[in-house]
């Protein structure tokens, strides 16, 4: 049984519109495409990009710790504000931004189950308004390591066999594709899996409407039939680390897994980088082997 | 009809003192002024391959020409207004030009317009695979004509 389940991160788009004016709450929206926000975002609501706002301009990074505290500063968003993230695809964004908020320690951090999608269903308003707070004031810690597997640690992981995910695709898992289906190659040289990662697609986490699956379900999948253990470490990678950001979201704080870390070099940088072993084909035998076909695998 | 340079020197004077959030919003209007498909292309889609497939969201080009002017059409899904903007921005520039001339499309602009900082690397680089692809289409319309 879980014992450290957070339930409470995942907020529906009723208890947002029902806060939207709570000065306790800041809704972030963060997505793929940035002029979604423009075109239309959610009443009151801010935008952080992961491109330009998160990550550092020079250095292949996120922003220090300074410029974290400049960012929440300006978006009006204090040590003790709720942040709410939501956005486009699933939610990819909204959890990596939520990710990078815990990083740096951010406590009350939440998703909007459903992002984008279910708010449109709902036939929620969207607002054109400019949106701005006067500045707020935040301290942020340094970056809290235990969220965040860099690639010698992965390495060192592998070598262990221990339990890693890749949440791309089948087609790119078995190294015959090296983007997103549809998606442009972003870079990789070389395609396939880091050896001994289970292939467990996003898309199993998610249902039609963009909300994530009962916890139930997701028991199912990750503990009855993928057999994967609660408190061993886990690190889970995609190819820019946005979509295994939703996995770690998933494992951790509706599974209550006790040691899951983001590999955000993910692919891009493994399938890059000189003398990393690479795997291709599927995975033989293992419980990899017997997950379903997944549907909609495609983004 | 002024030259596609011209058109998008005017563009990039619009963009060009803009902050980043003026910058977004200017790009969603231009979005929001891409013509829907007519029934005839509406039609087209569906049995012609003309999805760009290097583009992450469904993206459809026709690079035609008419008695040897350039017309771009597109169709762009809703939930991309970037590369819906963009788009609309190259049918401007290249719209009854001479097929050769659109062919030689310049490459520069999301840097001259300030939209390469405000939409990141990755973002970037998708864009300016659609110039290439729209350069490429008109380059095969001026060769057919030729």
Same mark, same amino acid.
């Given at each position: ?70 960012? &929440? ?22 959890c990596y931004?939520?990710w990078?908020?815990?990083l ?43 969220i965040r597997a ?7 992981? &592998? ?21 997103? =289906? ?18 467990? =697609?996003?898309?199993?986490? &998610? ?28 690190i889970a990678y995609c190819?820019?680390g946005e979509?295994s950001s939703?996995t770690w979201f998933?494992?951790t ?7 899951v870390k983001n590999y955000d070099?993910s ?9 990393? =072993? ?22 | ?68 002017? *350039? ?44 939209? *390469? ?30």
């Open positions: 049984m879980a014992n450290d389940v957070h339930p409470e991160v995942l907020v529906s788009t009723e208890w947002v519109a029902d806060h939207l004016s709570d000065p306790a709450v800041r809704v972030v929206e963060s997505d793929e495409d940035r002029a979604l926000y423009t075109l239309g975002h959610v009443p009151g609501a801010v935008e952080i990009d992961w491109a330009v706002d998160l990550q550092d301009q020079i250095t292949r990074d996120y922003i220090d710790r300074a410029a974290f505290e400049r960012l &929440c500063a300006a978006k009006g968003i204090s040590n003790d504000t709720t942040v709410v993230f939501y956005g486009d695809k699933n939610n990819w964004w909204a931004a939520f990078v908020f815990k740096y320690g951010h406590e009350r951090c939440r998703i909007m189950n459903g992002g984008r999608k279910r708010w449109e269903l709902d036939g929620r308003p969207w607002s054109t308004d400019r949106v701005d707070y006067p500045p707020a004031s935040y301290v942020a810690p340094e970056q809290d390591g235990s860099l690639r010698d640690e992965v390495l060192k992981h &592998c070598k262990a066999g221990r339990q890693l995910l890749d949440v791309r695709s089948p087609e790119e898992y078995r190294g015959e594709r090296m983007h997103m =289906p549809d998606y442009p190659n972003e870079g990789a040289i070389r395609g396939g899996h880091i050896p001994g990662a289970l292939n467990v =697609p996003w898309p199993l986490n &998610c249902n039609d409407d963009g909300t994530f699956k009962p916890v139930k379900e997701l028991e199912k999948l990750y503990v009855k039939e993928l057999r994967l253990k609660r408190r061993s470490p886990t190819r820019i979509r939703l998933v494992l704080y509706l599974l209550g897994f006790a040691n070099g692919w891009l940088e493994w399938g890059n980088a000189v003398r990393m =072993p690479i795997a291709k084909g599927a995975a033989t035998g293992g419980p990899a082997a017997a997950l379903p076909p997944s549907p909609a695998v495609s983004a | 009809m002024p030259d596609t340079t011209a058109t998008l020197n005017a563009i990039v004077a619009e963009f060009a003192d803009l902050d980043a959030r003026e910058k977004l919003e200017l790009l969603v209007d231009y979005a929001r002024g891409l013509p829907p498909l007519t029934p005839e292309y509406e039609a087209r889609k569906t049995v012609e391959d003309r999805r760009v497939h290097e583009c992450q969201t469904p993206v459809f080009l026709w690079t035609e020409s008419a008695g040897g002017k *350039a017309r771009l059409i597109a169709d762009v899904a809703p939930e991309a207004p970037t590369v819906k903007g963009f788009v609309a921005i190259l049918a401007a520039a290249v719209a009854d030009r001479p097929v050769a001339e659109a062919a030689a499309l310049p490459d520069d602009v999301l840097e001259r317009m300030g939209l *390469a900082d405000v939409l990141g690397i990755l973002r970037s680089r998708g864009l300016r695979a659609m110039i290439a692809r729209v350069r490429r289409g008109f380059a095969e319309q001026a060769a057919a004509t030729s």
